[in-house]
């Protein structure tokens, strides 16, 4: 071979390497700079794709679906030394916590691992353009500071974690702009019409979710992140865009079980991303409205899980490609881009300077956690008097990694959540016990306490959540620790058998199993009846509300084999009759059994609905219990033939023009009207309907007003605020809206809304006390107004019904005992 051939093929050679190092940028792989247009989701994935073929420091995870089939990924980074090693060090981490055990004990001298959470809220769109930056410059192998860091941390990047939300706005903002971007605010651009981007497609706020994780997508990217626990988790937002950038230090309140430690690095972090901020004149804020309280956010769950959990918010709500701020200035999409991008390089690097110490606070707090753990209970008791509501607890408790056992063999002496007091009970072999000595004891004292501590009022959402409560189970909180005598529930259900002649099937009705049930058996033409009141037959005692499927009015040859068949998939006992007959109570022929109708159910939505309460109705008929529901828009329903529906449901809304005489028409010709929240108030002096306001008698002749400060108006505006607290109603469980729950129901007040209670032509349910608070902040004003009125009534008009309900009974799709009170509003009353 000639000289010059060996050179020519040796500078091919040189060229061949160099050009199989690069890696194309966000900018070449689009062809557009980023920020000059929004980037659909599926080239966000298809960017994410690329540099997992064309980089061999990542890893990327595809770790489920959303609602409308998009995917949802993750993209793990690591050196060349630890990209081999992933599961190794995922698997050190867990026994880092106690999570996992091994022969081996856990190493501290591993990578530490950082998740960076973006576009959880589909309409702040500038961080799912920011994560392909940010992942293109922790794998450009020309990029000296991102390969150091690496050598002592895995990066855990998810770049969109509402994908649905984020296709609706960029949709919509794709279908109305202009040729050039129109900053003017007042341009319809900058105006997202209902329900908008920013929740999933049932109109979920994801960043409520957390803990919670009733969306598919949640249940996935929790399934993800409990393998992995990383010690530090950013998510991305966007807030107002006329608000400069906030990063951490948190606002008060902070929880506390915030340890010292989680509470101080975030000045540290906080200090690094200012550097860089100051170094370019960007504004910013901090320590003020973002607090760290609420359990199911995207900074404090993985607090409560031993992370650094860290909200950024970057102003461009609305601002579309350009925008001009109140100040006068124009805020673009590359703006948000850069700041955010800023914030992310800046947290990595403070993450790989304070390596060590976050592995080895990581493991401090897991060590307190099991040998220390917070809060004045050690032990939770739960009767079980509800097997499904037991399993539908276990099961989130499943999903969050709390451990759990059954039965105990001794009487304990506890505080009481229904009664509110300490008493003695004796716990039988299937109650639930829950042992707060174990890894997960922050987030489990923090689910569970009785009463939230408060150290500062102006929270940014609700201060009251505890699951005794929204369950609506029994719960005894012990000083002392009892471990549980079983990992598992043991109890034989007893099917009744196919091929046998029944006279009929009885279930009872105490859960949102039961609804499935009734909900499949309407579905399939099988006639359902309940009984108004209790009674006992073969040595069981069904109570107000069980369901009764008679074979006489369903003459089918397939009658035994449909009701059993229906109960066995949707997990519920059924027993079986051979008389009509009973020991004790109304026979099964009795004015007191009464049949069901199977309803045709509108749902109100559109413009003037509340998106999200609306969607939580929407989600539990699809998803819950799979029951037909018909969406109408509000501005159609005026010409809605409504004769074609048995029920209506009006979510929480701001509506003008109710349609009241037209409702009022059709509930007396049989239809069943249920008002939620602000939809109630809609119906006070309206012609028909009965329910008033309830009369504020403070009395201010000769009073003087209030002087108060200016800087005071953020406190004198919170005496008349409720964010979110427990109080417990006295109800009426023998009438329909209280079939299956106990007398005392507890419902989450997100108002001090509260109504007068009805005369004879109405029934009141649900009604409080001057003692009625629970849990959680009340303004003073507000405290002296929620006593001596009404939260849940029933009014007879005509041959129909109004289902009043003054609170969310569906919250989130947490609030669990309130799934059947609003079955039974649904399918109980008016029957």
């Not at 304990?412 to 039988?428: C, D, L, P, R």
């Not at 005794?468 to 529930?489: C, R």
């Not at 109708?597 to 998106?611: C, E, F, K, T, Y």
């Amino acid at each position: 071979m000639s000289k010059k051939l060996l050179f020519l093929f040796l500078l091919l050679g040189y060229f061949f390497a160099a050009f199989s190092q690069e890696i194309s940028s966000p900018q070449i792989f689009l062809g557009y700079k980023l920020g000059d247009r929004f980037t659909p989701h599926y080239r966000v994935v298809e960017y994410f794709r690329y540099i997992a073929q064309a980089s061999k420091n990542v890893k990327l995870v595809h770790y489920g679906v959303t609602n409308e089939g998009r995917p949802l990924v993750a993209m793990f980074i690591a050196s060349d030394e630890n990209i081999e090693r992933l599961e190794e060090i995922r698997k050190n981490n867990l026994r880092l916590a106690g999570i996992e055990t091994a022969a081996t004990p856990a190493i501290t001298n591993t990578p530490i691992i950082v998740w960076l959470s973006y576009n959880v809220h589909g309409n702040e769109p500038a961080s799912g353009e920011a994560a392909m930056q940010v992942l293109f410059d922790m794998v450009d192998p020309a990029n000296t500071h991102t390969k150091a860091w690496l050598k002592n941390m895995v990066v855990i990047i998810d770049p969109c974690l509402n994908p649905d939300g984020r296709e609706r706005y960029i949709n919509f903002y794709n279908s109305v702009k202009g040729v050039t971007p129109d900053a003017n605010p007042t341009s319809r651009e900058h105006s997202e019409p209902w329900p908008e981007g920013r929740t999933n497609h049932y109109y979920f706020d994801l960043n409520r979710d957390w803990a919670w994780q009733t969306q598919k997508e949640t249940q996935a990217r929790m399934d993800l992140f409990n393998q992995w626990l990383p010690q530090i988790h950013v998510d991305y937002h966007e807030q107002g865009y006329n608000a400069p950038y906030y990063f951490a230090p948190a606002a008060e309140p902070f929880h506390k079980d915030i340890t010292k430690w989680q509470h101080d690095f975030q000045n540290v972090i906080g200090k690094n991303n200012a550097k860089y901020f100051d170094q370019r004149g960007w504004l910013y804020f901090t320590k003020q409205e973002y607090d760290l309280l609420y359990p199911s956010y995207g900074d404090t769950y993985p607090i409560y899980n031993g992370s650094i959990g860290m909200t950024y918010e970057q102003g461009g709500i609305g601002a579309g490609l350009a925008i001009v701020t109140r100040s006068g200035d124009t805020l673009t999409l590359a703006d948000r881009i850069a700041h955010h991008h800023s914030t992310s390089i800046s947290t990595l690097e403070t993450a790989s300077d304070y390596a060590k110490k976050l592995l080895n606070e990581f493991k401090m707090f897991y060590d307190n956690s099991r040998a220390n753990p917070p809060g004045e209970y050690k032990t939770y008791v739960i009767k079980n008097d509800n097997n499904d509501k037991i399993a539908t607890l276990t099961k989130l408790l499943d999903r969050n990694g709390i451990r759990y056992g059954f039965g105990l063999k001794n009487a304990i002496y506890g505080y009481n959540y229904i009664t509110g007091k300490m008493e003695q009970y004796m716990a039988g072999s299937n109650d639930l016990i829950i042992n707060a000595y174990q890894p997960k004891s922050v987030l489990l004292n923090v689910l569970f306490e009785p009463k939230t501590f408060v150290t500062d009022s102006n929270t940014y959402d609700i201060t009251a959540w505890s699951l005794p409560y929204a369950y609506g189970l029994i719960t005894y909180g012990v000083t002392e620790s009892f471990k549980p005598l079983s990992e598992n529930l043991n109890i034989e259900k007893s099917a009744a058998p196919v091929n046998q002649h029944a006279y009929a099937y009885v279930s009872n009705w105490q859960s949102i199993n039961d609804v499935k049930f009734l909900a499949a058996l309407l579905k399939k033409g099988i006639k359902v009846k309940c009984s108004e009141r209790s009674f006992e037959e073969g040595g069981k005692k069904f109570m107000a509300g069980s369901l009764l499927i008679t074979r006489a009015g369903n003459d089918r040859p397939d009658f035994d084999q449909e009701v059993i068949v229906t109960a066995t998939d949707v997990g519920i006992e059924v027993t079986r009759l051979t008389s009509g007959f009973v020991e004790k109570g109304a026979d099964l022929g009795s004015v007191a059994i009464r049949f069901i109708h199977q309803p045709r159910v509108m749902l109100i939505a559109g413009d003037a609905v509340s998106a999200e309460e609306m969607g939580e109705i929407w989600h539990f008929f699809e998803r819950q219990i799979n029951y037909p529901v018909t969406l109408v828009r509000y501005q159609d329903a005026n010409k809605a033939r409504l004769s074609d529906f048995d029920v209506v449901i009006f979510p929480n809304g701001n509506y003008d023009d109710f349609p009241s005489d037209k409702l009022q028409n059709w509930v007396r010709d049989g239809g069943k009207l249920i008002a939620i929240q602000n939809a109630v108030a809609e119906l006070v002096d309206k012609k028909g309907f009965i329910i008033k306001k309830k009369d504020d008698k403070t009395d201010s002749k000769n009073k003087l007003p209030s002087i108060n400060l200016y800087q005071d108006r953020e406190l004198e505006a919170i005496r008349s605020t409720v964010p979110g607290a427990i109080y417990k109603i006295n109800l009426d469980n023998t009438h329909p809206l209280g079939f299956g729950l106990s007398k005392n129901y507890f419902t989450l007040k997100l108002s001090d809304d509260i109504y007068d209670f009805m005369g004879e032509s109405g029934w009141n349910v649900g009604t409080v006390k001057n003692d009625a608070y629970v849990s959680g902040f009340v303004g003073q004003k507000s405290k002296e107004k929620i006593k001596d009125g009404l939260l849940l009534g029933v009014q007879s008009l005509g041959r129909g019904s109004v289902v009043y309900m003054v609170d969310d009974p569906l919250f989130r799709s947490f609030w669990e005992n309130g799934k059947l009170l609003f079955s039974n509003a649904v399918f109980m009353v008016g029957q």
